[in-house]
Nanobody, 125 residues
Framework: QVQLVESGGGLVQPGGSLRLSCAAS????????MGWFRQAPGKEREFVAA??????????NYADSVKGRFTISRDNARNTVFLQMNSLKPEDTAVYYC????????????????WGQGTQVTVSS
């Protein structure tokens, strides 16, 4: 049974930082591309960042709204993907989800096979 468990969310002031983690189990982690998505109240789920499988060089891509502020990375020894979020803005407030699909990263939520339950990030003074 595949499980993805996010952690690291919370309340942070504008300009602050958070590091989200997503621990995976029940799959061969190194063969999976991992993505981060977010969903704010009343809005659709949107792409944040993704990293391809380890054999694909671990290349990454980002939504324009987070480029230069967020960094996705993976630790295959720990079956974990991270999202380092810096210079946070109120518009980054959302529930953040990690997702997994085999090999190739994607910006499309429906192309992912497995999802975590999400972690709340609130950016407010």
């Amino acid at each position: 049974q595949v499980q993805l468990v996010e952690s690291g969310g919370g309340l942070v002031q504008p300009g602050g930082s958070l590091r989200l983690s997503c621990a995976a189990s029940g799959l061969t982690f190194s063969r999976y591309a991992m993505g981060w998505f977010r969903q704010a109240p009343g809005k659709e789920r949107e792409f944040v960042a993704a990293i391809t499988w380890s054999g694909g060089g671990g290349s990454t891509n980002y939504a324009d709204s987070v480029k230069g502020r967020f960094t996705i990375s993976r630790d295959n020894a720990r079956n974990t993907v991270f999202l380092q979020m810096n210079s946070l803005k109120p518009e980054d407030t959302a529930v953040y989800y990690c997702a997994a699909r085999q090999y190739i990263r994607s910006m499309v939520p429906n192309e992912y096979d497995y999802w975590g339950q999400g972690t709340q990030v609130t950016v407010s003074s």
